[in-house]
């Protein structure tokens, strides 16, 4: 009566529960205080409590129903539920009553809960892991708005109770697969997300002792889980860019939507769309991440979103609008979606879709219409920088997803070989002109650049401004070059309209400090800021990309030098590579470098030496005025280069050496002869540093020119020029430092091209005077200019005027302290050294500078002795190895001058050339660079010679063949076609040279690039020689080569070599000793020659070119060359040599004398070996049981093979074991060799001979006896061996196959089957083997029960029998057995349980078993299991406490599966314990669920009353509508069950209470109608009437549609039952209405609801098509006639074709229906024509179901009704129809998936051998025919390993088949056509050659 007494009593009794729930051993405690508090007495008062106005009663009654709900693991939360008042009113206040300071960080909210805490706790156990999918469903479906309630005011939860929420939510619901996504998407609406968005304003950790307990980072990844992954959350996968495509399904769980503000497109993600407006991106970054990451998932959101965004795009200087411009930039710069362009969604295919996404999705994408052409000009002339560069940051976004938009619609378009009129490349148009309409014109572009360069004419340098000012300048400055960039880029129309010339920016501005200060740039960099660098870049750029930039005209005469300047090649920036692309672009078309591009590299690249130099800006104004001049008057200069150039071919011509062939690009720049001409003019110069400037430029120039001439002539010539012009130097006003240097210029130019093609040793300079003082004077100019650049450069003048000799060790010195200043310049440094006096390459070696060094320099400081170092070689090599193809040209001549002018007489010296050439070869990465080098090879004169002195010395040759092996590939057919003129011309000359030896070796060099007529012309040279056997020493060689290549070649045709060569070959095998390369092309051409089959195909790879192998060995079986062959060797054999004994083994299969000849060899051997075993083997696998040699082989070789097949064995090898047992099984007495191996395996029993003495024993020669004393010795080692974990199970296979032949008794086998169970159950090998001896042996009762007792308590067992694991067959099979041999002993209660606890319900094989041992306890201990199925749970680990709670928790899905596909086989006596649909084994068995049915029904009213969520959990099962679909069974037990539930169900519905029940009991009544209608006809022959299948699939479907009022089917059905009074049984349901609907709504669509109701109806046609009572039914309708006429007219429509044709397929499953189409509707005739009209692109699937449906149609159809109604000619169609679809299968061979093809056939050709074997008709020949051709062509794509020959997959599988249905098709024909022929004789030869690799393939 106290209210203080009462808050004690509750607080108790909720401690004591929570206390007793702790430990599994109290929880029998507890359940008494658990009953006595779920009474209804007791629950009212509880709920009664939660009125009241004390809030402490509130919360010690919530405490305890919390401690209720998770007693034991929520083992009441049923109860629980059930008993909680829902409707209780003011439970919603319970959400508000929080404590004060609720949010304090130092309590914890689940120590010390308030009331919502205590509440949301208590709701939120309903939800969580523990609890079963039942519950969650039931609690979620009915009280959506109290889980509601949980969100609301959740932003003011403590930071513990919001991560519990998130994690039950996410975990309990999303984690859960058991309840429907539909329910899950429809809890987390806006209303929860809005709720949830409110917690990112909580952005501080909350907790004292964890950074990481921010509620904004919790709820931020919880929403990102939830929204953007597709397929996961409420993120559904849509098409895109592209409209949502319909009618995919008919019931489809995804919500749709109208997006309003796209008009009538519909989207996938309505919540997201609309979630997507409550974000506030530009307030969170959190909020900004998750709106991105849902855009990036849900890429048609993008174009929804921008009216709702909420953007501020009028440009004006405020936070609102610079967010709103970075945000629309974020969005605009997401990906392309490419993944949704590919057609079905299937992207590892690539099948792009034909047509492109709208256009008004695309432009969404780039540039909304939120953002107008009037608001981005205005930002880009506003008076801010910061809105200028907003704006034009903004629209360069823009502009670059353009870019990447039209880059990959062009892809798509060239990936679908599109012509210009194609779609996605007129979408590119569209896309295009539309963008320009939408950008402002590119004169505000021009005029935004110009603003900005006139404002930015103060740089860096400007002191007097404010670095910030000048810093916005540059900032938008960059970003008004980049915007006219991309425009040049992606809308290169715009510029070229406006004809705006980009030179100006040269004149102002950034572009003005550009030309004006280029030393800054790349000299000191540090002294420009980064935007300045980027501005440079981006107007050179420009200068580059614009059409409208004239070169002379805008830069002038003076301008050029800039650019000169600011090129460096031996530094890689952004602005030199750009100003080297830029000079490329101009000169190179100019008339200066048009005859030779490439030449202008070696201009550019000469500059770095006087880039330094203090008069650098003078020599580039010279140079520049030199470029002008002959732009200006090329004519003059060219004249004069040319007149050079043939001045110095005369010269080369004069002294007799030879003449190579000068091309107009070989001839040098005629600004060569502007320099020279420049240079002469500068000789009364009073200072000469500009005239030495020239010489050093012109002496790189003139170097690197000469690299691409055949000779130094012309170098040469313009050195003497040089020289003449420095004679007539003025020397008294010229300072004499700087003539010395002009003059060591041109002496070391002159030196440097002498060494490019000799080398001449010389003394070695040592020592200089002056030397003392060096390293002071390198400390001054480190004082000076420090470390750095300018110091390096300085030195080097320095030694080039003060040194005319520089010594080795000065050069060492110098490079170390340039390494340290900087190693870029050493190569100005080595210029200074003469390559002929002072070698510098050890020294660059050992200071590890050489990598700086270029190529042709470092070849000329390389002396002859150096090359012969490999590391020299490497190192030089590595030089080469980032080179150009233009870089490999100028390298290979340079090359050939070396060897050309390396005296012939130094062998070795030109050998390490050719290596050094092979090794620069072998390193070069790309194709263009070796194909140069090839090209120098073969088009070389020098080469040639070289070639022909090759052929006298082996040391060259050694090099040659290196050279030529890397520059070609013998494998390649291109490089063998470039090099077969040289291999005919030596070829030729092998037959005309008078000197043998040298013509031999030159051939050798091209053995490996012949094809197979030079071999065979080689081989035949060589062997008619007369004086072959005294010269063996130079044929041996060549012949080893020649045979090596013929070896790879297929079988040689009949011809010169076997008619000629061969003998002479044989003959000359003593003689000259020829190695094993002419004994394997022997050997090949003998095995090209043996009948297919013989040998096993040892290839992988492509199975057409196995085939054409296997054809072409077929027709030469034919011939008589082996036979020609074997006559002329077999006198040579010597069969103890290896080689011999092979080539005689391989002709053993065509020779009687060649096997007697190896039998008697055989007999003469004393020990057998590997060899003689070998030999054995082959000769017993063709010798016959009368052969004369076989009894003395037996008593000779027989033992010893015997002993050493058993040592082998016990080794785990197979050595000796097939050729003992061979001998075995052809010997008459084997006695003795049996009595042999008892004696042995007797003295030494172990293991691994097991395997053997089963094949042994089964060749049928051991006695009874001997047999079983084999078995005893084998059982003794298999126990002990499976002690141990299983390494091999051919042990335990083959103590099986050891009782097929031995009748043992069971308790021989008791220790094996003991240690098998116990330590084996897991192995599924060693369970089958069990299976297979309990199934053979008859076994003692109590041995039985032992058995069954130990696999049942076995620790594994649970495991062993799970849903998946790979035992679990195996292991239930043998229990099977166990259970049938005694069932009256075996069929134990306590058997039984834990059986139950492993079976499932399904029709797979293992659970058949088991109800069958369930039917045998019952029949013998007559008691019913229902009392023990009571516990039955589908689900693993799960205990069931009553019936109703094992039905609630099957799968109805799996059940309803069950109803659409009934088993027509299932029967309730006497059904298979086999599934004969093995493929059906996934649903579950009518049979038990009708049965469990039965036993609820009859148990429910001996326990408490069901509640209406008992009741519609039930019925959402699905059970209902299988009871209704075992009305259509064909046997009557199951019927009988059906009718019986249905009854009763229908009377216990009338007695309960739920939401469903009128709706429920009408489709019930009306159904129970057909009952009493149906069975008087029916009365005499069927005590229950069979419904047809239409019938009682149509009420499955109403039932289901009842308790799914979501389905798009509810109201259909509805309607149609409320319509009219009965139900016609023999009408089809809704036939007319759904299969040519007329909505009003979308009829006329290309997608809508009427194509969703016919898809539905096609697919329910096609399921009730079962028997020929549901034929009778469709033709009352015309139904076939309908579809017939619907097919043509939805020829383009794939998903209802494909509709169609699955109708037709289950109709010619039936054969009433089968014949009745053929004979009254003319089927083969429609399908023709049908299939006719098909066109060439006709997807693969639908190929298929047409094959099927022809398939059935000649399997189902009556052959005698149909052969009298029509005669022959429904074969000839039937043909006709099959050689159509294999036309398309052939023209689609290529794109169908290979699996596809292979099926098609496999279908196709059953169809033609079945004909064939029906008919006599001629036209199974021309099928065949085509058939054939077909799977050569499919065959192509057919790919095999070895590893795939020893296990066959499925696609080798099917591959077998079709040939092997042809070849069975071919023997019922009886054409003698040459065309038949030949398809026989190549369907046998496969058949043959397949049966060798594996002999199951021949099934029939």
Known sequence: QSIVHLHLALGVLSALLTLLSTHQPYHTLGVPILRAILAPQATRRLNAHLNSTQADLVLVTLKLWNSISDYGAGMEKKSVYEAFAWTNKSLFRLFHMKRKGGNDTSVDPFSKPDIRTLYITFLLGFLRMVSTPAVKVAFLEAHKDIFFGVFKRIADDHYQVIRFVLEVCWEGIWSDNKIKRTLKVTLFGEEVLVQLVKLYSRSVPELPDEDESVPAD??????????????????????????????????????????????????????????????????????????????????????????????????????????????????????????????????????????????????????????????????????????????????????????????????????????????????????????????????????FVQQKSTSSESGPQNTIEPDGKILQSLMVSEAALRLMLLYHKVLSDLPADARYDVGKLLSTGVGKRLISAPQSLNIAPEHVTTFETLCHVHILDLLQHSDQYIWGITLGQSSLRHFLSIYNPTRKSGISERCGKLLHKVLSRSALFEHDPGELRIWLDALHSIRADRGAPEFYSLLDECIISCLRSPLEYVTSAFLTENSSVAETTNVGEPVEAYDPSSVASPLLMALLKEFEALKKAEDGRLSLQIAIYLRQVIFGVSLKQPSSRYGLQICGRLKQYYLAFNRETSPQPVLRSIEREIHLLESQLYLVEAHSQVDLVQANSGIENFSSITNGFEDRFGKSTTAAYELINWLRLNFQEVSLDLFSYSVQVLEEWDPVAIPSLVLLADPAVTPLLAILRSSKSLNTIPFPLAMVHTRPSDFKDEAVRKDLANLTISSTAYEAQLFGNLLLKRVAGTSFSDEEDIQQLLYLWAEIVGISRLSEVKAAYQRLFLSSASMQTLLEIGATSQLIAKGLSELVLSLFDPQSAEDRLMVREWCQYWAQQLFQSSDMAKAIRGIRLWIPFMGQEELITVCGCIVGEDDVDERSSYYRPLLEDTFTILEKYPKLAEGPLLATYLPRLVALQASISINKAAYRFLRAQMSADLPSGLMPIKAQGNASELMQHIEGQWESQRRDSSDQLLKIITPHLELGEKDDLELALLGMFRSTHLRNKVADWLLAQSEPNLSINYALDALLGISAKTSPYLQEMGQRLGPSCLTLALSAANSRREDYQSSSLKLLSLVEDGYALVKLAVQLVSKRPTVQVIPFLARLIRTGKVPKKEAETLLLLSLKEVVSFLNEPLESKDVVHAIAQLTEFINVSPETLDAFFQISIRNHLMDADVMSVLGFLFARLPLKPAVCNRFIQAILHHSQFLVVTSHNAPARDSLITVLYHLFVMHPQNTCQPSHITPLIQVYRGTLSNSDLSLLDIFRLFEQHRKYSVTSLMASWSPDSGVVSTDILYSITSLNANLIFATCVEFPQWRKTQGSPSVNPGASKGLLYDPLFILLLLHSFLSTKDSRRPLTALDWVGLLRTNIASLAVASLSARHEGTRDLGWTALGGLYKAIEHAEFYEKSQTAYVLKMLVRLYGSTSTAAESSFKNPRLSTYTTLFFAHALRAVFNPSSALYPLVSRFLLQRPEFDPNDPPMLYSMLYSSLSNDFGKGSGNWKRERIWMLRFLADGMVSSQDWTVLQRRHTWDLLATMYQTHENDRIIKHGILKVLVKMTQNQRAATSLICRNHLLSWSATAISGMPSTEDDDTVILWCQALENVVVCADPDRTTRRMGHIWYSQMLQCISKLLDLIEINSSSYPVEQSLEALCISTRVIQRVSSLSTIQAPSTAISKALATIKKVEARVHFSLEDIAHWSPVLLKWGEVQERLWLATMHTNDEKDSDLQCWNLLTARMVALGSVKPAILSE
């Open 218 to 447: 919790l709820v931020h990844h919880f929403l990102l889980a939830l929204c953007t992954r597709p397929g996961t959350g409420i993120c559904f996968k849509d098409n895109g860019w592209y409209s949502r495509e319909e009618a995919e399904d008919a019931i489809d769980e995804r919500p749709t939507h109208k997006d309003n503000l796209r008009g009538s497109r519909k989207i996938y993600n309505p919540i997201l769309s609309r979630f997507l407006r409550y974000l506030r991106p530009m307030e969170d970054a959190r909020q900004q991440e998750l709106a991105i990451r849902i855009l990036r998932s849900c890429p048609e959101l993008v174009g929804g979103y921008w009216a709702s965004s909420g953007l501020t795009m009028e440009p004006r200087l405020s936070s609102r609008w610079l967010t709103s411009t970075a945000w629309l930039a974020d969005i605009i710069s997401l990906p392309v979606p490419i993944h949704t362009f590919v057609a079905g969604g299937a992207s590892s295919n690539l099948e792009y879709n034909t047509d492109p996404p709208p256009l008004s999705s695309a432009l969404d994408n780039i540039l909304p219409p939120v953002w107008s052409r009037v608001s981005i000009t205005k930002g880009l002339q506003s008076t801010s920088h910061l809105v200028q560069h907003h704006t034009a940051t903004c629209l360069a976004r823009c502009l670059e997803k353009y870019d990447a938009v039209r880059q990959s619609y062009e892809a798509v378009a060239l990936a679908l070989e599109e012509e210009r009129s194609g779609n996605w490349t007129s979408r590119v148009r569209e896309l295009e002109a539309e963008l320009r309409k939408r950008v402002p014109t590119f004169e505000v572009i021009v005029g």
